[in-house]
């Protein structure tokens, strides 16, 4: 393959424009207040958890074309090919046609259909181990972002449950307590009242007794003059 269709190695693929030209959508302002500070009561943008949709994008095309590239065969390949049926389109004819042209070009240089079927079947197996690799990529970066995370949202959880316990130990001490104070406090009345019941009792039957014998010392001294 030449230096100049290197070059233009991405006009090969025709990536859909209404993928590739999209533009992001923009970020809504936030309008300030008088005072030139945000309002504390602004909405914030509901933020989804369902991820966006898949769409091409460049970085991931350029890492996938240079990835064929490296492994660009010599010859006329499936690759030329391609260059082939791209430089065709420009001619009005049918689909079938331009592919039945293109492989004409290609027998003329020396290709056969089976060499440029084998040549793209590899082109996909290039593709397929570039997968290979994302997929390796993404597994690490799941571990390293969202691993360590779930594993700190497991420890959190079971941390809140063993709170959540002591709670409910502490709440059954505080009842249990209370219902002590409650019994304890019933006690005293009963014992109070017993107390002072039986107090009364011996002030009453004292002040009968004493008060008989005072009553005949107070006669003797009357009668006995």
């Known amino acids: 393959m030449s230096n100049g269709f290197l070059k233009d190695f991405k006009s090969l693929f025709i990536v859909p424009e209404e993928e590739s030209t999209k533009p992001e959508p923009k970020a809504t302002a936030t309008k300030p207040s008088a ?88 082109y996909l197996q290039v593709l397929k181990t570039e997968q290979g690799k994302f997929d390796e ?6 571990a390293q972002q969202i691993g360590n995370k779930e594993q700190q ?21 505080i009842e249990q307590t209370k219902q002590k104070y409650v019994e304890l406090s019933q006690q005293i009345k009963d014992a109070t009242r017993h107390i002072e019941s039986t107090k009364n009792d011996f002030v009453a039957s004292y002040e ?11 006669k003797i001294q009357e009668y006995m003059k």
Request: glycine fraction near 6%; aromatic fraction near 4%; proline fraction near 3%.
């Open 208 to 218: 009968s007794l004493a008060g008989q014998i005072q009553g005949d010392l107070n």
């Open 35 to 122: 005072d030139g500070k945000t309002p504390a009561n602004q909405p914030k943008e509901a933020v989804s958890d369902t991820p966006s949709p898949g769409k091409v994008n460049d970085k991931f095309l350029n890492v996938l074309f240079s990835a064929i590239e490296k492994n660009n065969q010599e010859g006329f390949d499936y690759l030329e090919f391609r260059n082939s049926l791209q430089s065709l389109k420009e001619m009005n004819m049918d689909e079938a046609t331009r592919f039945k042209s293109a492989m004409a070009m290609a027998k003329s240089m020396g290709a056969s259909m089976a060499t440029i079927v084998t040549s793209g079947q590899q």
């Open 153 to 173: 949202m497991e420890e959190l959880s079971n941390s809140v449950k063993a709170k959540e316990e002591e709670i409910k130990k502490m709440q059954l001490e």
């Open 137 to 142: 990529a993404m597994k690490n970066q799941r």
